[in-house]
Structure formats: structure tokens, C-alpha cells
């Protein structure tokens, strides 16, 4: 059984920072892809980042040169890192790993930025 547990969500003024935690109980995470994901009110799910077993990385254009995604296998756990956050990027922010297809998803935690 997987289990994922975000957390690291709050509020925070335009141009802050927060850092997100993943969790992952289980055996798989050091063969996962692992992802972050976001959806905020009215909008579908979207990738924000991934990473892979090696630590190759990606972003979607919107958080590039803002956010940095990272793992680490020994503490079965992943980070996205958020800098120089803005209002657009308000949303419920979930972890996600990836198996040959199989998918797990946490329960998701809120970030919201406002002034």
C-alpha cells in the first residue's frame, strides 16, 4: 500500500517562498517518476514539475526559474521548492508517483498567495 502525504501549504504574500514535502510510505518511491501537480478553483489538474529516478527534472513554462523540484530516496520523501511565488500561482498542490503507469496521488495541501 502507498500512501503520500503533502504538506508544507499555506498563505503567503506575492514574491515569498514556501517549500512543499512529499512523503511516500512503501517500497516504490526510489523507482517512481515523481511529480507535482496543481489545481486551482474552476481549472483542470496540471504538471507543474516532475523528476525522475535519475534526477532529471522538468517544469512547465510557468514556474520555470521559480520553482525547483527535488527527492530524496534515503528519506523517501520529495520537495518542490517555490520562490518568487505569485496569485496565478494559487491552487491545491498534489504530490504524484508514477510507475510503469501505475499512479498514486496524495490528498493534496493549499497554497495560496495574496496580499
Known amino acids: 500500500q502507498v500512501q503520500l502525504v503533502e504538506s508544507g501549504g499555506g498563505l503567503v504574500q506575492p514574491g515569498g517562498s514556501l517549500r512543499l514535502s512529499c512523503a511516500a510510505s512503501g517500497s516504490i518511491f526510489n523507482i517512481a517518476v515523481m511529480g507535482w501537480y496543481r489545481q486551482a478553483p474552476g481549472k483542470q489538474r496540471e504538471l507543474v514539475a516532475h523528476?525522475?529516478?535519475?534526477?532529471?527534472?522538468n517544469y512547465a513554462d510557468s514556474v520555470k526559474g521559480r520553482f525547483t523540484i527535488s527527492r530524496d530516496n534515503a528519506k523517501n520523501t520529495g520537495y518542490l521548492q517555490m520562490n518568487s511565488l505569485k496569485p496565478e500561482d494559487t491552487a491545491v498542490y498534489y504530490c504524484?508517483?508514477?510507475?510503469?503507469?501505475?499512479?498514486?496521488w496524495g490528498q493534496g495541501t493549499q497554497v495560496t498567495v495574496s496580499s
Open positions: 504524484n508517483l508514477n510507475v510503469v503507469g501505475n499512479k498514486w
Open positions: 523528476i525522475t529516478t535519475s534526477g532529471s527534472t
